[in-house]
């Protein structure tokens, strides 16, 4: 969530904990560790017991909220509990298709006690496994769309996660992201997240997984290279490069903080490209006898943009080496963001 929003690190949000189970774990980490809010959901009436009574026991009634649900019920219930929205959705799914295929799973592993699966039959088996879970899920996502920001799950087989991704791609869905987990030196989970909002996570979060091996699966890069140096060149130059090659651009906003070494910008087009130099040339020649209805003009937008990319710029100095990155905030457009970036790159080589 940090990585997807123009507003400072740890920002308020809330969450939505579907299959909270007994312990209410997430939920209880989530406002231990974060300003967060929480829905939690379940559907066997012991576990919501517990999950209620630990709830009372840290004294989180005001940020956590236990919710009983039906097995046939939405996952996602937003109308249902009376909330608009919510920041994000997060739920662990019953890894197997049947008991029969759980306990085979069990006897032929040789694991220490502390990784034994010790859910109940609600909590590890459903029909059709962890892909039909979160294929409901994904169903019910393209309903709700923007009204969460994050869809997310955890995975118990990288089969299934190849699975999604497919159904993702299938549904036009290109804001996603996807990681590993391991746990100790055998056991292997991964998770998988998607938005249809605009707002892109970073490069550690998007593709938390070695890329020469799953790169079917990865979502596009988000973080380009742009010029890297021995940290005995002086800061300055560069820095004022980029900020005098990016605010010569018609942006519809940029932000240079020189002390942190970090701007934000935003275009509603390809403002850098051939193309669209020729056209406002043109225009701005048929309109030259009429300056102030020119809608190219800085200041003059002709009523709201939309934003189709949003970037930071980062510079960071390191011990031996000084690095500029471009990364990809907001927008769509992927081939829009790796133009900036070739745009960026061959401004800033000859800076020293």
């Known amino acids: 969530m940090d990585t997807t929003s123009y507003e400072q690190l740890g920002r308020k949000v809330c969450g939505l904990d579907v299959g909270t189970g007994a312990s209410c774990i ?25 999950a209620r009574r630990n709830v009372e026991i840290n004294k989180l009634e005001d940020r956590i909220r236990v919710v009983e649900r039906r ?8 109308d249902d509990i009376g909330v608009h929205s919510v920041d994000f959705v997060m739920m ?9 295929e759980m306990l085979s799973s069990a006897r032929q592993k040789a694991r220490p006690p502390h ?9 590890m088996v459903c029909d059709g496994g962890e892909v039909a879970y979160v294929s409901r899920m994904l169903r019910e996502s393209l309903v709700l769309r923007d009204r969460v920001q994050w869809y997310t799950s955890m995975l118990g087989k990288v089969t299934s996660l190849e699975a999604l991704v497919e159904q993702l791609r299938v549904n036009g869905i290109d804001n996603y992201a996807v990681t590993e987990f391991l746990q100790g030196n ?8 998607w938005s249809f909002g605009p ?3 970073d490069e550690h979060v998007a593709r938390g997984m070695k890329a020469g091996i799953w790169k079917r699966i990865l979502p596009p ?10 940290s005995k060149k ?4 560069l820095s004022d490069r980029i900020n005098e090659v990016i605010g010569s651009l018609e942006m519809m906003s940029w932000t240079w903080e020189s002390q942190e070494l970090r701007g934000i910008g935003r275009v509603s087009e390809n403002v850098w490209g051939r193309a669209w130099r020729r056209r406002k040339l043109r225009e701005v020649a048929e309109r030259e006898d009429s300056a102030s209805s020119s809608s190219l003009r800085r200041g003059d937008t002709g009523g709201e943009e939309e934003c189709r990319l949003g970037f930071a710029i980062e510079i960071k100095v390191g011990v031996t080496e000084t690095t500029a990155s471009l990364r990809w905030v907001e927008g769509h457009d992927h081939s829009m963001f790796e133009s900036l970036g070739g745009f960026l790159q061959g401004k800033l080589k000859d800076v020293y």
């Open 26 to 50: 997430y939920p209880l980490l989530g406002t231990a560790q974060r300003p967060w809010y929480f829905v939690a959901t379940d559907i066997d009436a012991k576990s919501l017991t517990h």
């Open 71 to 78: 097995a046939t019920d939405d996952l996602v219930p937003l």
């Open 92 to 100: 662990n799914p019953p890894f197997y298709t049947s008991e029969d």
């Open 115 to 123: 990784s034994a699966c010790t859910g109940a039959p609600v909590e």
């Open 186 to 193: 055998k056991t292997r989970r991964w998770a998988l997240g």
């Open 199 to 201: 707002m892109r996570p």
């Open 221 to 230: 890069i988000v973080r380009i290279d742009l010029l890297a140096v021995p």
């Open 234 to 237: 002086e800061v300055p130059p």
